[in-house]
């Protein structure tokens, strides 16, 4: 098979599309003739060398994609050679073929195509897990999405909407932030231009923001915590404005709030397992019902990776760059 490899770490050029050994299923798992596969901004970091994937897993990036069951591994039950599915992954989704543990597969929703699919894992994941199971956002508080613009973001929106939370988003150019508004967002915040901690409390008459998401790490703790409610939730899953920044424990303390963080290629496969069933559970049905709907800015051929990495790192999209495998 063919598959995106990182000879040296580097820029776009540094992924060569090159002839590697066909992986086998092992025990738990199930092999996938891959569609598409998503592109995200951990792919970037392990390009730059800043993200190895976990001991064991495969070298190759993407963490994400759609495709067909091409061979049923040893202990594998409820799938079938032929079944359309997504699934997430810790690595090697950018190939023509790569192997899954059962546990973290999805059908392809009803009425989808198979190539969207694999805008869904990633995102449904990452936002159920932690605006859901950890921060525990409930009907009728305010949740503020950072990066409103991009795939986790368009896909957090439509959530907080689907559960009648209210959405404020932050993003760069109001090109972006009418794409947010379309989703559903109430509180559109264009970063380069406005104070978003002042437009949360203006928007919530001072009294803040219950769930945060943040993809910026250091650069923004200080401003999430001033816009964090009483008892509110800070859920940390991306470090794009650093990893080092001081805390002022008695802002944190005033507020009763909490600061969590977390991601999800490193997590043990009970954990990813139980994550996957739940957005089975909760987000599937949204998804099928036309209520929650996956953002795809292009798709790209999988042999031209550099191309979405050059996207990406623009930051000229909104929502999702899938690759494809052309047949």
């Given at each position: 098979?063919?598959?995106?490899?990182?000879?040296?770490?580097?820029?776009?050029?540094?992924?060569?599309?090159?002839?590697?050994?066909?992986?086998?299923p092992g025990e738990g798992q199930v092999l996938l003739d891959v569609v598409a596969s998503g592109v995200n901004r951990a792919d970037v970091l392990q390009r730059r060398g800043f993200y190895d994937p976990p001991p064991g897993e495969s070298r190759y990036p993407g963490l994400e994609c759609s495709g067909r069951?091409?061979?049923?591994?040893?202990?594998?039950?409820?799938?079938?050679?032929?079944?359309?599915?997504?699934?997430?992954?810790?690595?090697g989704g950018y190939a023509e073929k790569v192997a899954v543990p059962a546990g973290q597969l999805l059908p392809v929703p009803k009425g989808m195509d198979i190539v969207t699919a694999a805008a869904l894992p990633e995102v449904t994941a990452t936002v159920w897990a932690n605006v859901?199971?950890?921060?525990?956002?409930?009907?009728?508080?305010?949740?503020?999405?950072?990066?409103?613009?991009?795939?986790?973001?368009?896909?957090?929106?439509?959530?907080?909407?689907?559960?009648?939370?209210r959405v404020a988003v932050t993003a760069g150019s109001p090109e972006k932030l009418a794409r947010c508004e379309e989703l559903g967002a109430d509180v559109l915040i264009d970063y380069r231009e406005q104070d978003f901690v002042e437009e949360v409390r203006k928007a919530t008459d001072g009294a803040g923001a219950?769930?945060?998401?943040?993809?910026?790490?250091?650069?923004?703790?200080?401003?999430?915590?001033r816009a964090l409610a009483v008892n509110g939730r800070l859920a940390v899953i991306g470090l794009q404005g650093g990893v080092k920044a001081e805390l002022d424990l008695g802002a944190l303390l005033k507020k009763r709030a909490a600061v969590m963080a977390a991601s999800l290629r490193a997590r043990p496969?009970?954990?990813?397992?139980?994550?996957?069933?739940?957005?089975?559970?909760?987000?599937?049905?949204?998804?099928?019902?036309?209520?929650?709907?996956?953002?795809?800015?292009?798709?790209?051929?999988?042999?031209q990776a550099a191309e979405a990495h050059r996207t990406l790192e623009d930051s000229s999209h909104v929502g999702k760059v899938l690759l494809v495998n052309e047949s």
């Open positions: 098979m063919h598959a995106i490899t990182i000879p040296e770490p580097g820029g776009p050029e540094a992924l060569v599309w090159a002839e590697v050994p066909d992986p086998v069951i091409a061979a049923v591994g040893p202990g594998v039950s409820g799938w079938a050679v032929g079944d359309e599915v997504c699934a997430l992954l810790a690595g859901f199971m950890v921060a525990h956002l409930r009907p009728g508080e305010t949740l503020l999405v950072h990066g409103g613009g991009s795939g986790i973001g368009t896909m957090a929106i439509q959530l907080g909407k689907a559960v009648g939370a219950d769930v945060i998401l943040d993809i910026m790490g250091a650069k923004y703790l200080e401003r999430n915590v496969l009970s954990e990813k397992a139980t994550i996957v069933a739940a957005v089975r559970e909760h987000v599937w049905p949204l998804i099928e019902a036309g209520t929650v709907r996956p953002v795809v800015d292009r798709t790209v051929p999988m042999a």
